[in-house]
């Protein structure tokens, strides 16, 4: 299991590394949110334990991009609160951090944690799956079928499709999926949403009628009883 520390101070940090390591995590440790998000561009952690005061980005900033982004939502994240500080605690919860750890915290006590979450984290088969009829989304094998049948999407469209499905009723904004879909560092323009919503919605028939725009604002997916 791999596990990423979010921690600006340095001797925290490494001690918080050099615990995991040692009850056999995989670890890594970032100074600051940039270094954090660079790292998420590559790869993805089974776990994070998030340090709230850090310099530029704070914690709760970083939270609230992990769980509003498709890619991070489901990773469990275990906030670092200082003593005394009751409002960012409630406030990480409410944001759907998993835990928290008030400092200063024993060691023992972060990977019991740590471990904790993690069993009550484990995805399930109904984790796996996104739903609507017959229309199947599978997370983990990365298809999408229609009555059983294979429906070929592209990356975008695929990514587009997890998050309709994963937020049903919720209208985004064409500037919102084109940061969520193809990042902030992306050099475009947001017309390129409205191809990839229209190939889109031809792949997948009648079922891309759910996908409805919103006049004013941008589009939402609607699950049709």
Known sequence: MKIWCVEDDAGIRDIEVYT?????????GFSDARAFRDALSGSKPDLIILDIMLPGEDGVELLKF?????????????MATAKGMEYDKVQSL????????????????MVSRVKAVLRRCKPTEVDRL???????????????????????????????????????????????????IWGADYVGETRTVDM?????????????????TVRGVGYRLEVQA
């Open 196 to 212: 990839h919503i229209r190939t889109l919605r031809m792949k997948l028939g009648d079922y891309g009628k759910m996908i409805e």
């Open 94 to 109: 409410d944001l759907g951090a998993d835990d928290y750890l008030v400092k200063p915290f024993g060691m023992m006590e």
């Open 130 to 180: 996104l739903q609507a009829g017959k229309l199947v989304v599978n997370l983990e094998e990365h298809t999408v079928a229609i009555d059983r049948e294979r429906i070929q999407l592209t990356l975008k469209e695929f990514e587009l499709l997890r998050l309709f499905l994963s937020r049903p009723g919720i209208a985004f904004t064409r500037d919102q999926l084109f940061g969520l």
């Open 66 to 78: 992990l769980k509003g982004n498709p890619d991070t939502c489901r990773i469990p994240v275990i």
């Open 20 to 28: 995991l390591h040692s009850t056999d995590f995989e670890a890594e």
